[in-house]
């Protein structure tokens, strides 16, 4: 068959698009989405890589090797040019040298055609050949974007229903989730991804793209609420909550790395082996967010709602302590030593409680000599009249500052 004329036909499917683009190249080909899941792949090649196997066995690219494209400048270049590019072998992910092209409707990416280099070196003729081959693809994987949308919105109307508690039996939920996915989640949690400036179409997909694309989760439900992306995952690697902590850890960072883009907030409620407790996975996550943004600007945020520690119940305590007329006089004492005196007392004592107590370290924060820091603890001591070696005082205290930051 002469390669010019060989795409002028019309394949029935995506298999035999990639087989068709094998024959011509003389190299195994495979076909993915624009989150690079596996869609097709050309059948009876000899030839293979590391790479290639491990997409076709998971049905997908490994993170590892999506990352070090990403950071190769391959996966950029694919975005930001038409034109197919020609990849060298990287022997420390298994990728064997190939050649790639974007799937593009106008600017948008469908998808990628990955050649394998065979047994012939693909030459510079090939590359228009291949950039012929992906506009005779856009055709199909639009078909498929166009299911993939319908069935994603079907697929977050329900996922609504999970959050707000509309549906909440565990085998009326296992029922409807067994017809859409092959394997229920046995344990999830519900993620929250905030951007700090408007969520845009642009955004979104960028957003969805690196939880798809992440090894650590995988996410069985998307929705969009104002600058948020509110989604079910379930911890893959490892298998606990630790993967879900991992990925909220590494999101921002990705974000970042691929996409110049700064600012994003990560939270996960409890992580549940039943289905029907969703919505409450969904409300501990967005208490999350609600501490983080009470926190005072030199304290880190927490991820998982499960190490908020006595800060899960921060809202009831500051209700209480905002009906109360006076705050503690301890810190009152403090605050106007302080201001009366110019002196750091207060931030002092803050150190001191934020290390439990350890001289040393509370010197180093607070950038002082540890004898200095010794003095200033006894001087507290003698303001408030209470023993920072008794554990009650230390935690009482603690609180009551923590309540006054999260004001």
Same mark, same amino acid.
């Given at each position: 068959?002469?390669?010019?004329?060989?795409?002028?036909?019309?394949?029935?499917?995506?298999?035999?698009?990639?087989?068709?683009?094998?024959?011509?190249?003389?190299?195994?080909?495979?076909?993915?989405?624009?989150?690079?899941?596996?869609?097709?792949?050309?059948?009876?090649?000899?030839?293979?890589?590391?790479?290639?196997?491990?997409?076709?066995?998971?049905?997908?690219?490994?993170?590892?090797?999506?990352?070090?494209?990403?950071?190769?400048?391959?996966?950029?270049?694919?975005?930001?040019?038409?034109?197919?590019?020609?990849?060298?072998?990287?022997?420390?992910?298994?990728?064997?040298?190939?050649?790639?092209?974007?799937?593009? @409707?106008?600017?948008?990416?469908?998808?990628?055609?990955?050649?394998?280099?065979?047994?012939?070196?693909?030459?510079?003729?090939?590359?228009?050949?291949?950039?012929?081959?992906?506009?005779?693809?856009?055709?199909?994987?639009?078909?498929?974007?166009?299911?993939?949308?319908?069935?994603?919105?079907?697929?977050?109307?329900?996922?609504?229903?999970?959050?707000?508690?509309?549906?909440?039996?565990?085998?009326?939920?296992?029922?409807?989730?067994?017809?859409?996915? %092959?394997?229920?989640?046995?344990?999830?949690?519900?993620?929250?991804?905030?951007?700090?400036?408007?969520?845009?179409?642009?955004?979104?997909?960028?957003?969805?793209?690196?939880?798809?694309?992440?090894?650590?989760?995988?996410?069985?439900?998307?929705?969009?609420?104002? @600058?948020?992306?509110?989604?079910?995952?379930?911890?893959?690697?490892?298998?606990?909550?630790?993967?879900?902590?991992?990925?909220?850890?590494?999101?921002?960072?990705?974000?970042?790395?691929?996409?110049?883009?700064?600012?994003?907030?990560?939270?996960?409620?409890?992580?549940?082996?039943?289905?029907?407790?969703?919505?409450?996975?969904?409300?501990?996550?967005?208490?999350?967010?609600?501490? %983080?943004?009470?926190?005072?600007?030199?304290?880190?945020?927490?991820?998982?709602?499960?190490?908020?520690?006595?800060?899960?119940?921060?809202?009831?305590?500051?209700?209480?302590?905002?009906?109360?007329?006076?705050?503690?006089?301890?810190?009152?004492?403090?605050?106007?030593?302080?201001?009366?005196?110019?002196?750091?007392?207060?931030?002092?004592?803050?150190?001191?409680?934020?290390?439990?107590? %350890?001289?040393?370290?509370?010197?180093?924060?607070?950038?002082?000599?540890?004898?200095?820091?010794?003095?200033?603890?006894?001087?507290?001591?003698?303001?408030?009249?209470?023993?920072?070696? %008794?554990?009650?005082?230390?935690?009482?205290?603690?609180?009551?500052?923590?309540?006054?930051?999260?004001?």
């Amino acid at each position: 068959m002469d390669k010019h004329n060989a795409l002028d036909r019309t394949f029935s499917s995506m298999e035999e698009l990639a087989d068709c683009i094998s024959e011509m190249m003389q190299g195994p080909v495979t076909v993915e989405d624009s989150s690079h899941r596996l869609l097709a792949y050309s059948t009876h090649d000899d030839h293979t890589d590391a790479a290639r196997v491990s997409t076709i066995i998971g049905r997908r690219v490994p993170e590892h090797v999506i990352n070090k494209l990403w950071k190769e400048g391959i996966l950029p270049a694919l975005h930001q040019n038409e034109e197919p590019v020609r990849i060298p072998e990287i022997h420390d992910i298994g990728l064997g040298r190939r050649m790639a092209a974007p799937v593009r @409707n106008n600017k948008e990416i469908l998808g990628y055609l990955w050649v394998l280099e065979g047994s012939c070196s693909l030459e510079e003729q090939d590359t228009e050949f291949l950039k012929k081959a992906a506009a005779k693809a856009v055709i199909q994987l639009q078909q498929v974007q166009t299911s993939h949308i319908a069935m994603q919105q079907h697929r977050r109307d329900y996922f609504w229903r999970l959050l707000t508690g509309d549906v909440s039996e565990e085998e009326e939920i296992a029922e409807q989730l067994s017809e859409w996915f %092959n394997a229920l989640p046995s344990r999830s949690a519900v993620v929250v991804l905030e951007s700090g400036t408007t969520l845009d179409d642009s955004l979104y997909d960028k957003m969805i793209y690196v939880m798809d694309t992440s090894r650590k989760v995988k996410g069985y439900f998307y929705t969009r609420d104002q @600058n948020r992306i509110v989604c079910l995952a379930e911890p893959v690697y490892p298998y606990s909550e630790e993967g879900i902590h991992l990925f909220l850890r590494d999101f921002p960072v990705m974000m970042k790395e691929r996409f110049q883009i700064e600012g994003m907030q990560t939270v996960a409620g409890s992580v549940y082996r039943s289905l029907s407790r969703i919505k409450q996975s969904y409300e501990e996550a967005l208490h999350v967010l609600e501490v %983080n943004r009470q926190l005072s600007g030199d304290r880190s945020s927490f991820l998982l709602y499960e190490e908020l520690g006595f800060y899960r119940y921060a809202d009831v305590i500051q209700k209480k302590k905002n009906r109360d007329a006076e705050g503690d006089p301890s810190l009152a004492a403090l605050h106007e030593y302080d201001e009366a005196n110019r002196t750091e007392l207060f931030e002092s004592l803050r150190a001191f409680l934020h290390v439990d107590g %350890n001289m040393k370290k509370a010197s180093e924060m607070m950038h002082v000599h540890v004898n200095t820091m010794s003095y200033r603890i006894r001087r507290v001591e003698d303001i408030i009249q209470k023993d920072l070696k %008794n554990a009650y005082h230390k935690l009482s205290l603690l609180l009551e500052m923590t309540m006054e930051e999260m004001k």
